[in-house]
């Protein structure tokens, strides 16, 4: 399942539009970023520390062994996803806390020494392919427990800024390189908080990326806003732009951009929660069902994909009452 056979969206780019014969400054073709555009409706995945820390942004100091699901079934989420309508899903392999949900030779923070040794990379993809769903994978660069002298946003003082050294950014570069070396072709890469990154070693991250897996589609995340403004310091070079917990402007996505003098085509991907929180908490109920139909068709309508948050729990499944939710969801919403 290529990007490139997908169907491109009715009426996909008909805000800042251009001549059908403009192709756009962007490093990705139209009929690849439509055909991602096409997909529509994805499944964002956070599982991880967090889930058993009980805590989004924890310190990085627990114990690898703290992460032991004792029923994990990968399978289990990307049949749901598929059964909910989606088309694509996108895994966090590395979130705040450091921890790998792959065996990273770069780090011992990793499931290879913990409770449950699974690769949750592997079986992630495999599940993907074996479902028909695109798989992506999410990388954070705000880590509190490999520092190398970093200064996260969960340590920095008031006025501060975070940011992140060289040697910092050599780990990045060596575990991003073997999450898109080591598990075949990877739709979607999204890094998380690039502004610690700085514009340098972003541009050189992002570069790496588009080397190693050409066909990728790269998100900087450009946070919570709706986007009607774009952060060029903070978030530049990507190939979309993220919209986190909010909606495009109601007259809908502006997908033409211009950026350092060149028009570039940005799709829009709205990343939300099924609940309130993005890491399952035992606490936490997916909303109403009605709200939850409603940002599902407002992002069809603005023109941009839904990358939906749903955490698996502590026993490594995702919940009867979150699948329920979903599977009404795609009824409610015409997925």
């Known amino acids: 399942m290529e990007l490139t056979r997908r169907s491109v969206l009715a009426g996909a780019g008909a805000l800042g539009a251009a001549s059908a014969q403009e192709a756009g400054a962007q490093r990705l073709s139209l009929a690849k970023l439509q055909g991602w555009e096409a997909l529509g409706y994805g499944m964002f995945i956070h599982f991880g520390m967090s889930t058993f820390v009980g805590?989004?942004?924890p310190d990085g100091r627990s114990p690898a062994s703290l992460y032991q699901p004792d029923r994990l079934d990968v399978d289990q989420w990307i049949q749901v996803a598929r059964d909910a309508g989606m088309k694509y899903a996108v895994l966090t392999a590395k979130?705040?806390?450091?921890h790998c949900l792959w065996p990273s030779r770069h780090t011992d923070y990793t499931v290879a020494k913990s409770g449950h040794t699974a690769d949750v990379v592997e079986a992630f993809v495999k599940a993907?392919?074996?479902?028909?769903?695109l798989p992506g994978l999410y990388y954070c660069s705000w880590d509190n427990h490999h520092l190398f002298g970093s200064l996260t946003p969960s340590f920095r003082q008031k006025g501060e800024r975070a940011y992140t050294t060289s040697l910092y950014?050599?780990?990045?570069?060596a575990q991003v390189t073997e999450l898109l070396t080591e598990y075949g072709p990877i739709a979607e890469m999204w890094i998380d908080i690039p502004e610690v990154l700085g514009r340098g070693y972003r541009t050189f991250l992002y570069?790496?990326?588009a080397r190693l897996q050409p066909d990728c589609v790269i998100m900087m995340?450009?946070?919570i806003s709706d986007q009607a403004t774009y952060n060029v310091e903070r978030n530049w070079p990507s190939d979309l732009i993220a919209i986190e917990r909010r909606l495009p402007p109601p007259t809908g996505h502006v997908k033409w951009r211009e950026i350092e003098g060149k028009r570039r085509y940005l799709p829009g991907e709205v990343c939300d929660t099924l609940g309130k929180e993005w890491f399952w908490t035992e606490a936490d109920r997916p909303r109403p069902d009605q709200e939850l139909a409603g940002i599902c068709r407002e992002s069809r309508r603005r023109g941009v994909n839904l990358l939906l948050d749903v955490g698996p729990d502590r026993r490594g499944l995702?919940?009867?009452e979150c699948r329920d939710t979903l599977f009404r969801l795609r009824q409610n919403a015409g997925l």
Do not use: D, K, Y
């Not at 979130?95 to 450091?98: F, I, P, Q, T």
């Not at 993907?128 to 769903?133: A, E, S, T």
């Not at 950014?169 to 570069?173: E, G, L, P, R």
């Open 221 to 223: 995340n450009s946070g």
């Open 169 to 173: 950014q050599s780990f990045q570069t």
């Open 207 to 209: 570069q790496h990326i």
């Open 55 to 57: 805590r989004e942004l």
């Open 318 to 320: 995702i919940t009867g």
């Open 128 to 133: 993907c392919r074996r479902r028909g769903l």
């Open 95 to 98: 979130h705040v806390a450091g």
